[in-house]
């Protein structure tokens, strides 16, 4: 649930930016293929590429992770 929560979140993220997927890329400083295992919901990103994703979308990791926390709370039945 995790993995593809965040994967839906980088995505909307991403484009709310107006950015291609190589567009992140660039300005994460990651690999095409990546971001699309990324956002295909293949991988996790690690703490490291949290803050290069965040920095490639102008925002802040707490931004990109807060919606799914929020979610894996409310299915813990703590939120």
């Known amino acids: 649930m995790i993995q593809e ?13 107006g950015l291609t997927q190589q567009g992140l890329a660039e ?9 699309q295992e990324l956002e295909a919901g293949e991988k996790q990103p690690t703490l ?4 290069f994703l965040a920095l ?12 799914v926390w929020k979610k ?3 299915e813990q039945g703590t939120g």
Not at 12 to 17: S, Y
Not at 27 to 35: E, G, H, K, P
Not at 48 to 51: A, D, I, S
């Open 72 to 74: 894996w709370r409310k």
């Open 27 to 35: 300005a994460s400083d990651l690999s095409l293929r990546y971001i």
């Open 48 to 51: 490291k590429t949290l803050f």
């Open 5 to 17: 929560e965040f994967s839906l979140v980088l995505r909307q993220k991403r484009a709310a930016k």
């Open 56 to 67: 490639g979308l102008d925002t802040t990791p707490q931004q990109l992770i807060a919606q």
